[in-house]
């Protein structure tokens, strides 16, 4: 476990070109981008290869992660972001479940995995010239947004952010979930949260993101749980309940279905 180090401003860059034990950052996301050779890149029990093809995964702070250098030559930029700096500029940034992975890329993420390229590219050249300049945190937010708005948890149905309304109740569903996830809370309880009703809100969440308010919630309290597995003793049991399950088989049956391990 160690921080990353922002003293100059919300983005650092690192070159890497060998394998890492497991660590974790709990200040940082980390956006790692293979640029030469083939490594193998571990977290949540799965280990994905990234090469020139299949170049770019995105760690999200707290998760315990490691690299396993496969070739020759090895090389991959590590992109740290300060997401709460950025929460100021993306109301919900920190409150999306964010995902950047070769294991799971439909299509129509191809053009968007484009733009994200040249991006970090422009990100990297103007790192190495400042980096604390004005232009590399409006790079790093125009990445932010992308990710958010192409490469989100719920779905490969983009939320239409520029809709206020679609914004305003999609970022009041992450939120009542992030804060409320180690309690006994339901649809009903969230429809009351937020004045509308539940046929409306339970409708609204499954044309907008393909998962119900339940998968939501679960997925947050399985987030929660594997950190507790990796940074505590504390037993399955204990987790469970700790992180709003009403029982053991609940929490397998999630863990299972959203990280595909037991």
């Not at 476990?1 to 660590?23: A, D, K, L, Q, T």
């Not at 050779?37 to 992660?65: C, P």
């Not at 597995?229 to 029982?247: M, R």
Request: aromatic share 14%; proline share 3%.
């Amino acid at each position: 476990n160690h921080n990353i180090n922002f003293r100059h401003g919300p983005v650092m860059i690192m070159e890497g070109c060998g394998s890492e034990p497991y660590h974790m950052h709990r200040n940082a996301n980390e956006l790692i981008w293979v640029v030469e050779g083939e490594a193998g890149i571990t977290f949540n029990n799965n280990e994905y290869i990234l090469n020139t093809k299949d170049d770019l995964i995105l760690i999200v702070d707290a998760d315990f992660h490691k690299v396993r250098k496969i070739s020759g030559e090895l090389r991959y930029l590590s992109f740290y972001i300060d997401l709460p700096y950025f929460q100021k500029y993306i109301k919900d940034i920190l409150n999306v479940g964010l995902y950047v992975n070769p294991g799971y890329k439909p299509p129509e993420q191809e053009p968007h995995l484009k733009k994200m390229r040249s991006l970090l590219v422009d990100i990297f050249q103007e790192y190495r010239e400042d980096d604390s300049s004005r232009h590399l945190i409006d790079m790093t937010n125009q990445l932010l947004r992308l990710i958010r708005d192409h490469f989100n948890f719920l779905g490969t149905t983009s939320i239409d952010y520029q809709d206020q309304h679609t914004f305003n109740r999609m970022f009041g569903v992450y939120d009542f979930a992030y804060r409320h996830y180690t309690q006994r809370v339901s649809l009903s309880d969230l429809a009351e949260h937020l004045h509308v009703s539940q046929a409306y809100l339970s409708r609204s969440i499954k044309q907008t993101t393909g998962f119900s308010f339940t998968d939501i919630l679960n997925y947050v309290r399985c987030e929660e749980a594997s950190r507790l597995l990796l940074e505590t003793d504390k037993n399955i049991t204990t987790i469970t309940y700790d992180c709003g399950f009403s029982d053991p088989k609940y929490f397998h049956q999630y863990f299972m279905k959203f990280f595909h391990a037991s």
